[in-house]
């Protein structure tokens, strides 16, 4: 069978360095969640990782495209049977 030089390995190592109480509430996170620490770490920074590169998106557009876009929010929402519906279903929390 031949040998594959240089193959990426599939996993790698990161270390993190913690005072006590943080992990002892990254452990308590991770067993009410069902995770062992290193999967609810990993869940956890990447979900971190995403909405942080997320929040750098920018969105370039025209003036007058913006402008049709503000003020397409700024109107009011055309009525509609299922927008009425909604406006006369009763909030569950009010039930309490």
Do not use: C, H, Y
Request: no cysteine.
């Amino acid at each position: 069978m031949p040998r594959v030089e240089n193959a990426e390995p599939k996993r790698q190592s990161l270390n993190l360095r913690v005072k006590p109480e943080e992990r002892n509430l990254i452990d308590r996170a991770a067993r009410v969640s069902g995770k062992n620490r290193s999967e609810f770490i990993l869940e956890a920074s990447r979900r971190a990782a995403e909405e942080t590169l997320l929040d750098q998106a920018l969105l370039r557009v025209d003036p007058e495209r913006f402008a049709a876009f503000q003020a397409q929010l700024d109107s009011p929402a055309a009525p509609n049977a299922r927008l009425l519906k909604t406006m006369q279903t009763k909030a569950p929390w009010d039930d309490a």
